[in-house]
């Protein structure tokens, strides 16, 4: 028995040794192209009047810097900030300017080897680099597609990172806090339930059905859905689980007549009218909610744009046409007055000769 007990600690002290990871190795800084010294450069906004940092930066933080670091003296904030020309952000990715023609060509040596000790070992480098630089799917995705784009749009900026390791900290924090509370809550129940069993005579009877409890426990359920009238269910978005399908005038028509009993109509029913719900035929309700808004803007646009300078136009002209109308009835009107009062005059002097 002694035996076996030695054999089985030889055992576990072998599997630990094989399980524990190797010592980090410090990457060669013989011609190290991070100088490991995180200065902001700032200029002053004469908007914003304040200083601010430079757009043109890129930062990299001690927590990526880690797992290839001998050191632990650092283990948050950045580790190096450098400067990018300012024509890269207005690119959507560098798939078009680091290629893998660039890293054969426009490197050294020595910068090519600094750059391999961030590659994984345990595979070719050279085929690493030319699976990233080309594009291809490199361990479910592409982490230099991923890592180019947000360098271009500038989520890599040393504030960006800053904020974005304050906001992991205090998710961090907060989920222990939580995760605390729920421990905590957990140990106040065992202990509930050991007072209970240990106050209790018969253990038969403390978890057994009784009727009348269960009675309570129903009423007072109903009593708290009562006072708690639909508040979980006014906070979710329901839109993001529904989907729609676009149908032809006809196919409407025909999923009108179909008579179905019960809440609703068969999704086989549907598929006879529609040709079958696949990918190509149903949709986010999301996206319904998009093509709907941007009918509605180019309506609007297509209104104030061209409908209303039309219809301003139409009114003016028959404003024009109005009071052209006007003048010459007036005109009219002041002719046939001159006439009926020469007429008048004539009859007069006609009367008086007789």
């Known amino acids: ?19 524990r990871p190797g010592k980090k190795a410090k990457f060669d800084t013989s011609h190290c192209l991070v100088s490991l010294k995180p200065h902001i450069s700032l200029k002053w906004d004469q908007y914003l009047r304040k200083v601010v940092p430079e757009k043109e930066q890129v930062g990299i933080l001690w927590s990526d810097l880690a797992p290839f670091m001998e050191s632990q003296k ?46 994984p070992s345990e595979t070719d480098a050279e085929e690493n680099v030319k699976l990233l630089l080309t594009g291809q799917n490199h361990h479910f995705g592409n982490p230099f597609l991923s890592w180019s784009s947000s360098l271009c749009y500038g989520d890599i900026h040393p504030d960006a990172l800053l904020n974005k390791e304050k906001h992991i900290k205090k998710d961090e924090k907060a989920y222990h ?53 639909m508040k979980v269910a006014q906070r979710i978005d329901v839109s993001k689980f529904m989907s729609y399908i676009k149908v032809s005038r006809t196919q409407l028509n025909h999923i009108k007549r179909l008579k179905q009993s019960g809440d609703g109509i068969q999704t086989k029913h549907v598929s006879r009218v529609i040709g079958g719900l696949d990918k190509s035929h149903v949709k986010p309700y999301g996206a319904l909610l998009e093509d709907e808004q941007r009918r509605l803007r180019e309506h609007w646009l297509e209104m104030s744009c061209n409908d209303l300078p039309a219809a301003f136009e139409v009114l003016r002209e028959r404003k024009v046409l109005m009071e052209k109308s006007i003048k010459l009835l007036g005109l009219e009107l002041q002719q046939k007055n001159v006439s009926v009062l020469r007429k008048v005059r004539c009859d007069l002097s006609f009367n008086s000769f007789s």
């Open 177 to 229: 806090v939580n995760l605390l509370n729920y421990h905590s809550n957990m140990v106040e129940t065992l202990k509930s339930w050991r007072k209970r069993w240990l106050s209790c005579g018969d253990t038969e009877n403390l978890f057994r059905d009784n009727p009348s409890n269960q009675m309570q426990g129903v009423m007072q359920l109903k009593a708290t859905n009562s006072g708690m009238p």
């Open 1 to 19: 028995m002694t035996a076996s007990k030695q054999n089985k600690r030889q055992t576990n002290c072998t599997n630990s040794e094989q399980c």
């Open 74 to 119: 650092h283990c948050s904030g950045l580790a190096d900030v450098m400067y990018v020309p300012p024509e890269i952000f207005s690119l959507k990715s560098l798939k078009g300017v680091l290629s893998y023609e660039a890293w054969s060509t426009s490197l050294t040596e020595a910068e090519r080897k600094f750059l391999i000790q961030f590659l």
